[in-house]
């Protein structure tokens, strides 16, 4: 089974910081991986597929970087509506694993 | 712009099976692959399947033997049925488009709140 570890879990941070956080795939996922923003109470939504494709409407301060089987997603800048949870997924095997989440909470 | 809206029994006994409907608006379920996700107390997200519109299935192995997925074209929604709940079952239940061939979610639905408990 192929694992995905985010790194950190979660972090402080203050508006305007650059954020980046990690994810390590545990075998060979070429480029299936995602990325999504969690606000409580809400569904995750996608921000970055294929390692590094913005989805449409997703500000460009927002990007991912990285081939299996380290990677990132950035934040250049971040917003107050950016405070949230940051899931990886691997679209690669039959088990679509996700990361366990990074919380990105006000500093 | 396509919407997604699960329904279906927000409580489900032990041993029962739970039943769910994803209600596609805005879009046709045509020529798309759609899916569900869990996520369990403790905020882990864990996919449970997806399948085509022509109904080719793809199931998590570890769910496999308990999944049903379905699709009904002409109401435009498909549907989860899982059997032999447990405690462990509990969790928000998503519905969500999935977009080939990098296969992300996009997107989800509101989820809904599934509890298993006699």
């Known amino acids: 089974d192929i694992q995905m570890t985010q790194s950190p879990s979660s972090l402080s941070a203050s508006v305007g910081d650059r954020v980046t956080i990690t994810c390590r795939a545990s075998?060979?996922?070429?480029?299936?991986l995602n990325w999504y923003q969690q606000k409580p109470g809400k569904a995750p939504k996608l921000l970055i597929y294929a390692a590094s494709t913005l989805q449409s409407g997703v500000p460009s301060r927002f990007s991912g970087s990285g081939s299996g089987p380290d990677f990132t997603l950035t934040i250049s800048s971040l917003q107050p509506e950016d405070f949230a949870t940051y899931y990886c997924q691997e679209s690669y095997s039959s088990l679509w694993t996700f990361g366990q989440g990074t919380k990105v909470e006000m500093k | 712009q396509v919407e997604l809206q699960e329904s279906g029994p927000g409580l489900v006994k032990p041993s029962e099976t739970l039943s769910l409907t994803c209600t596609v608006s805005?879009?046709?379920?045509?020529?798309?692959?759609w899916g569900w996700i869990r996520q369990l107390p403790g905020d882990g997200l864990e996919y449970i399947g997806y399948?085509?519109?022509?109904?080719?299935?793809y199931y998590n192995p570890s769910l496999r033997s308990r999944v049903t997925m379905s699709v009904e074209t002409s109401k435009n929604q498909f549907s989860l049925r899982l059997s032999s709940v447990t405690a462990a079952d509990t969790a928000v239940y998503y519905c969500a488009r999935v977009i080939p061939p990098a296969m992300p979610f996009d997107p989800w639905g509101h989820g809904t709140l599934v509890t298993v408990s006699s």
């Open positions: 805005g879009g046709s379920l045509s020529s798309y692959y």
């Open positions: 075998q060979t996922i070429s480029y299936y």
């Open positions: 399948m085509y519109d022509s109904g080719s299935v």
